[in-house]
């Protein structure tokens, strides 16, 4: 079997022409195969969906109990025959419930691994590495420049700017799923064990890592219309970057703003946020960990997508692995 006849790109997304599906595609279709429930691979719409049961889960908080026609779940290395073609969830450690998929026929494999990161995260399952023929790769950070510092050293910063600024709120900014759950569990794994200020937005997802064994601490909704903003002096409130640019950040006491995300590193971004604190908390892989998982997997043939394709094409190509790119749209940096 031909590898197009397995898996190719389509205006839809990624489509399986030999089991009649898309994996993550970025409009409504029949049937569709998802990595993980950000926004931008995870759409509501479709006529039946598979995913792990944490990724069904978490589309049915974020688009209610009718996101799609049917829904089937998938544990972690199960084999699934879907028109003849066998598909498999692997753990891809970018979100709780994230999952590389694979896809096999005719002796043929090929693996999407849709977001994934290799540092070790407590709020979702690790990284494994699935051989196979052919290794889909999204390159976020796909240039040499972006090496990701330890995170328990960025979280160290906030602490540290906690104890400087005993009076200010230190507003976080992180995306809803999980980056925010990510940072709170940080911030416990490195000793704060003072209650964390949520957004309300954040409240029924954090539950939900609660639910399924994530340990977030002391939650409180970050509420002031009936409080003193003084009552959040030095405070740490956790919400999603687009709260921050509403009356609602303004509502805190000397609010110093923060914001996670790997984008950190591009201090121009910073600056242009509006962001004091910045702290680079990835949930991609950085430039060392995309070459060092190709080098480890040594699929005969590399496809790259959304991201800095064209970098990471010419590493594989000055590497002897035979690569190309993608050039999928619709998809963004909602996790990063």
Not at 202 to 218: F, K, N, P, Q, T
Request: proline fraction near 7%; charge should be negative.
């Amino acid at each position: 079997m031909k590898p197009d006849q397995l898996l190719r790109p389509a205006p839809a997304g990624l489509y399986c022409p030999a089991g009649d599906f898309y994996i993550d595609p970025v409009r409504p279709v029949a049937r569709a195969l998802v990595t993980h429930g950000h926004s931008d691979h995870a759409r509501a719409g479709h006529g039946a969906v598979l995913a792990t049961q944490e990724t069904l889960d978490i589309m049915e908080i974020r688009y209610g109990v009718d996101f799609c026609g049917t829904r089937q779940s998938a544990a972690f290395g199960e084999r699934i025959e879907v028109n003849g073609v066998t598909v498999s969830f692997h753990p891809a450690g970018h979100v709780l419930g994230s999952a590389q998929i694979a896809v096999e026929k005719d002796g043929l494999r090929i693996v999407a691994s849709g977001d994934y990161k290799r540092g070790v995260d407590p709020t979702c399952a690790a990284y494994e590495p699935v051989p196979c023929d052919i290794f889909i790769t999204e390159a976020t950070f796909g240039l040499p420049v972006f090496h990701h510092p330890d995170p328990k050293a960025e979280m160290g910063k906030l602490i540290t700017s906690l104890r400087q600024f005993p009076e200010r709120s230190h507003l976080v900014g992180a995306y809803s799923l999980g980056k925010s759950q990510r940072v709170i569990r940080l911030l416990r794994d490195c000793g704060y064990d003072a209650p964390v200020y949520i957004h309300g937005s954040l409240a029924r997802l954090c539950d939900y890592y609660v639910s399924r064994g994530i340990e977030l601490g002391d939650l409180r909704p970050a509420t002031v219309e009936k409080g003193d903003k003084t009552d959040f002096r030095g405070a740490v409130i956790v919400g999603p970057p687009s709260a921050f640019a509403d009356r609602w950040a303004r509502r805190f006491n000397e609010p110093l703003i923060a914001f996670a995300s790997g984008w950190m590193m591009v201090r121009q971004r910073a600056k242009q946020g509006g962001v004091e604190l910045p702290l680079v908390i990835s949930d991609h892989c950085d430039w060392p960990e995309l070459t060092e998982t190709i080098r480890e997997l040594a699929p005969q043939e590399v496809w790259v997508t959304h991201g800095r394709e064209e970098a990471l094409v010419r590493w594989c190509e000055l590497a002897g692995l035979p690569a190309r790119p993608l050039h999928l749209v619709g998809y963004e940096d909602e996790g990063d």
